[in-house]
């Protein structure tokens, strides 16, 4: 049985709303690029196409969606205390739907998604990076030794100069004593002041970001 020549329209058309969600992506050096979304797009498309062609687009559907969710799953990881890699699962997801779209045919309908994506992933970042800057949580992670200094000094002296923070964890190995605490920083100029506040306090042996 040869394929139609709408079938082969659709796998192009796939394979280039596939390459235009993936080179937003390759271009931010995100885990899931150029081709991996090509590959889930079109493969997607070539599952719709075929399981129409069976009459069971419902069931082929339903795997379809199953199984993006387990290579979704799979560019999600956990870095310090923030998740990553969320929203290159949603990408992958959308991808799948697109090329699923367009093998069911839904063409004006999958080119309105994949440009409302690119609004969101291109214009909505800075927008996103605007309010990151009014409001920001940092994770740091402090160590000083317990023979001249404690966690009250420690804490008493972040008070004095307005820090805003919320204890985490405390660990200690021998003298060395280590605190992790969760610090709002409002602006770029506010966290150079918290970072020369531990960089300038002798006590601190060491702290990270």
Partial sequence: MYPEFEQIIQIFAALLAGAILGLEREYHSKPAGFR???????????????????????????????????????????????????????????????????????????????????????????????????????????????????IEELEKEMKEIHIDFVRNKIGKQNNLVTVEYNIEVSHRGRREIIDNFFISNTHITEFEV
Avoid: P
Wanted: proline share 0%.
């Fill in 36 to 150: 991996t979304m090509i590959l889930i797009c079109v493969s997607s498309c070539l599952f719709s196409i075929v399981s129409v062609s069976i009459g069971s687009s419902d069931r082929i559907a339903s795997n379809i969606v199953t199984g993006i969710g387990f290579i979704g799953a799979g560019v999600v990881f956990k870095e310090g205390a923030t998740v990553k890699g969320i929203t290159s699962a949603a990408i992958i997801w959308m991808s799948a739907a697109i090329g699923m779209s367009i093998g069911l045919r839904h063409y004006v309908l999958s080119a309105v998604v994949v440009m409302l994506v690119l609004i969101v992933m291109v214009a909505l970042t800075k927008f996103e990076r605007i309010f990151d800057d009014l409001h920001q949580l940092k994770t740091y992670e402090i160590h000083f030794t317990s023979a001249n200094y404690s």
